[in-house]
């Protein structure tokens, strides 16, 4: 299914991207497209596997940046329901919004794509550090399938998710305060009686403190039901603990078939993705939207950004960390706004009181369903918190 690389001893590439997630898949993708000659290795055996995520995307996003294949799709989203504190809830206008997808398959098809448009993938290959040679360029050193080998490369792009240590190597400071991060754990839940159309998310202090509780539905009973607990909170509530006492009081019935753990950075983005030969995409850049907790889409943009300024900078035949701020100056541009508005409505929704959320829902269901709009819903919000309006105009207007 793969190409592989042959001699991996010492290797030479225009371009060597470290993990096979979404931003660089589609980092290798882009940069071979381009004409580079493209390494992407990926410690896993295969790309996507452990998957540590929802998987839930917004169709419009994910449809700009790649073929939708239905094979990839475990449920198409019509409806989200809203759920207060006190166990109300509202069900949002249609939208037909998301896809639940199935990131195994997702994640797999993005990296042979990456392959068919000319990249060498190296599964099991696992990058354990990096350096400057004299002639400026990087010098990677891997271990693939118990074998070490080094790789010359002009520029590196780490996609290495949220853990990156491609930042830390290249003196890039990736660091994480307790409140730029949530804890987030999931379980795959079976047999339960839930709507496959619709997406629920739960406001509650008491299981997610600084975030939210999910129900993301992969039909025929099956879910994947979270939450994420902001990290100046998990002293005291325990992610796992708290999401058995959730799944307690909402699906009892449920069964739980697997279950994973992981960390999902809620900052705008890092003050600084690049350096000299390097840049930074998707959590490796803690580019996931701080108010959702999404990242597959944003990654996804990041990668093939990236991708092409690492291309233009080796053909410029200048790969200085002031010529590739033009890639951070870009996502800024693109997404900066975005991604600040979010992460100024993100602490907007954690100071409100619980009681604020119920009120919220009970005037949302008094909409017709079709003017109950995520705009209705922050218009609702900002209607009744009349002190936050002017904080968050400043950001939109
Ligand atoms: C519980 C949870 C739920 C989430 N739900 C959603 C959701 O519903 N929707 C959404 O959009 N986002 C969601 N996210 C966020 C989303 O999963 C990430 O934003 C997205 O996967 C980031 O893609 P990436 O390519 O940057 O990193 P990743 O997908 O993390 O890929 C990084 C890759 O790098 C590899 N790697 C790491 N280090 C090395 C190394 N040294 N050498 C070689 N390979 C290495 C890893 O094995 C991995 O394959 C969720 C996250 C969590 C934790």
Redesign the pocket.
């Known amino acids: 299914m793969y190409r592989n690389c042959y001699d991996m001893k010492k290797y030479t590439f225009d371009i060597t991207i470290?993990?096979?997630?979404?931003?660089?898949?589609?980092a290798a993708k882009r940069a071979a497209e381009k004409g580079a000659s493209v390494l992407l290795?990926?410690?896993?055996k295969y790309?996507?596997i452990p998957v540590?995520?929802?998987?839930?995307?917004y169709r419009d996003e994910i449809t700009r940046l790649v073929d939708i294949d239905d094979s990839w799709i475990c449920s198409k989203i019509i409806f989200s329901e809203l759920v207060s504190p006190d166990g109300n809830r509202v069900r949002a206008a249609e939208d037909a919004s998301g896809f639940?997808?199935d990131?195994k398959k997702f994640?797999q098809a993005l990296a042979i794509l990456s392959v068919e448009s000319g990249a060498d993938l190296r599964t099991e290959?696992?990058?354990?550090g990096m350096k400057k040679n004299v002639h400026g360029e990087w010098e990677v050193s891997?271990c693939t399938r118990g074998e070490d080998i080094k790789i010359l490369t002009k520029v590196v792009i780490g996609?290495?998710?949220?853990?990156?240590?491609?930042g830390r190597w290249a003196g890039i400071d990736t660091s994480l305060k307790l409140r730029e991060i949530?804890s987030?754990?999931?379980f795959t839940l079976a047999d339960l009686n839930i709507d496959d159309q619709t997406v629920q998310f739960y406001m509650s202090k008491e299981f997610a403190p600084g975030g939210y509780a999910?129900v993301?539905p992969k039909s025929g009973g099956l879910a994947?039901v979270?939450l994420?607990i902001l990290g100046t909170y998990v002293k005291d509530v325990n992610p796992e603990k708290s999401l058995k006492n959730f799944v307690k009081r909402y699906f009892p019935e449920g069964r739980v078939i697997s279950q994973?753990?992981?960390?999902?950075?809620v900052l705008p983005g890092l003050k600084d993705m690049v350096a000299d030969g390097v840049l930074l995409?998707?959590?490796?850049?803690r580019?996931?939207?701080p108010l959702?907790?999404?990242?597959?889409?944003?990654?996804?943009a990041?990668?093939i950004m990236a991708a092409e300024h690492a291309v233009r900078s080796i053909e410029q035949k200048d790969t200085s960390k002031k010529n590739l701020t033009a890639y951070q100056k870009e996502w800024d541009r693109k997404f900066g706004k975005k991604m600040r508005l979010s992460s100024k409505l993100k602490k907007v929704v954690d100071d409100l009181d619980e009681e604020v959320f119920n009120n919220l829902v009970g005037k949302m269901s008094l909409l017709p369903q079709q003017k109950r709009t995520p705009f209705a819903f922050f218009k609702t919000l900002l209607l009744n918190q009349p002190k936050l309006f002017l904080d968050v105009a400043k950001f939109i207007l």
């Open positions: 470290i993990g096979a997630g979404p931003a660089g898949s589609m290795i990926e410690k896993d790309a996507g540590r995520c929802a998987e839930g995307v639940i997808l990131r994640d290959t696992y990058a354990s891997a996609a290495d998710g949220v853990e990156s240590r491609v949530e987030c754990c999931q999910w993301f994947n979270g994420g994973i753990a992981g960390g999902v950075p995409a998707g959590d490796a850049a580019q996931v939207d959702s907790g999404g990242g597959i889409t944003n990654s996804m990041a990668g």
